[in-house]
């Protein structure tokens, strides 16, 4: 069987998906990446050890930005995917988000790499499509050719979130009979190719999700695939002191790497979560580099600040996380069975997981306007000195290493690929 996966060319976006890959390829079938090249992420795919292919125009989203320009769009102005409180879910609020996330899926999909994918896909002939759900190309590609296509999250599913929301506001208004701009889109892009809309293209015939079943949301046509979380890191030598014991309780904190990809800024303050921490009995962690260090006086005493370090590893030995609340952070931390303060960030679902999370009670959350060293170091201490949060994370966590590998999802697979 010859598996296509195509991703957003971000080292989160491609760690998400290589697990998949390998389960596949250890079944031994022919896995490939397929997408364009972006020049500063080339070792994300090679790290994976899963081979890659590259078309269209290369895609340097920390040089280019095209996500994040002047005015109300998508990653800025005042309507954006990642708001989670419900009072600001306004007809306006969901109607802008939605058509907002069209134009940045059809800004991922130009008609030139469309050709192109086509043209080797019906040579190289794949039976499977895998597809992250910033990149429709790739279920164009599987409709136009009649091959069965699987979505697979790296968050938490914010693309049926909002499509639901569009869907129920049509409903209510009476406007279900005009034109959805998804629907227009897609059945112009399918239709160059001789092929008519189906409603598979919006979600794939399944999506495959490996994260906690708490982050789903309620009253989406989503048909999810449950998989167990594989924890992915760089390569690299793992630091003997990852490995001891610590003295101390053990803190980690990270800001992940998604907003310097493509935001290229941090939305919080490194000092503020910094101070917050220096005068506990407790052990931080922080993954921070130069950059996010650079505009603080002196790094505390009771801080270890590391450019990187494997999160997976370093997690089994932590009694908590601080962190901006991208799915692989909260993946990780909950096979870790660790509790969880998030800083949500704006890019994608950081606020709706941190609620989610607040409700199933292994974690907390503190808003981005609401961060102070008061309510970093409160937090923390809620987390350190209520068994409550451990207890919770801990059930988390048996929940998770009960839901079925990604291995044991191989034959599902195949039957789809072989009852196309």
């Not at 899926?105 to 019906?122: G, H, I, Q």
Request: net charge negative; charged share 25%.
């Amino acid at each position: 069987m010859r598996v296509m996966m195509m991703v957003f060319p971000t080292r989160t976006h491609v760690y998400s998906m290589a697990p998949v890959g390998w389960a596949l390829a250890a079944a031994g079938h022919e896995v490939r990446f397929i997408g364009q090249r972006n020049p500063r992420e080339v070792a994300s795919f090679a790290e994976t050890g899963l081979d890659a292919m590259w078309f269209g125009e290369e895609l340097d989203i920390a040089r280019h930005r095209q996500l994040q320009v002047e005015g109300d769009n998508a990653m800025q102005g005042e309507f954006r995917i990642s708001e989670s409180r419900p009072e600001r879910y306004t007809d306006e609020y969901v109607r802008t988000v939605y058509e907002h996330w069209v134009e940045v899926f059809r800004w991922t999909t130009p008609d030139s790499l469309l050709d192109e994918l086509v043209r080797f896909a019906r040579g190289w002939r794949p039976d499977l499509v895998l597809w992250d759900p910033m990149i429709y190309a790739a279920p164009i590609v599987a409709h136009v050719l009649g091959v069965p296509h699987l979505r697979m999250m790296y968050a938490a599913d914010q693309t049926a979130r909002i499509g639901a929301q569009y869907r129920d506001l049509r409903a209510r208004l009476g406007t279900s009979t005009e034109p959805d701009p998804f629907v227009e889109w897609m059945s112009a892009a399918v239709g160059r190719f001789g092929a008519g809309y189906d409603e598979t293209l919006r979600y794939g015939v399944r999506t495959i999700d490996c994260h906690p079943s708490y982050l789903r949301y309620d009253g989406v046509d989503v048909d999810y695939l449950p998989a167990r979380f594989v924890p992915l890191n760089k390569p690299m030598a793992i630091p003997r002191w990852v490995l001891e014991e610590p003295a101390r309780p053990r803190v980690m904190l990270t800001l992940g790497i998604s907003n310097r990809q493509v935001l290229g800024i941090e939305e919080t303050s490194v000092s503020d979560l910094l101070n917050g921490l220096a005068d506990l009995d407790i052990e931080v962690i922080a993954t921070l580099n130069a950059a996010q260090l650079a505009s603080v006086e002196k790094i505390p005493d009771n801080v270890r600040a590391v450019d990187f370090v494997p999160m997976n590893e370093l997690l089994a030995s932590c009694s908590a996380i601080v962190h901006q609340g991208g799915g692989a952070t909260i993946g990780n931390a909950v096979v870790n069975g660790v509790p969880q303060l998030v800083i949500p960030g704006t890019t994608w679902s950081e606020r709706g997981s941190a609620v989610a999370q607040v409700e199933r009670g292994n974690g907390l959350l503190v808003d981005l306007e609401d961060v102070t060293p008061e309510t970093v170091r409160s937090g923390v201490l809620r987390l350190l000195d209520e068994p409550s949060f451990r207890d919770r994370a801990l059930e988390a966590r048996d929940e998770m290493l009960a839901t079925p590998t990604l291995d044991a999802l191989v034959p599902e697979f195949e039957r789809m690929a072989q009852a196309r």
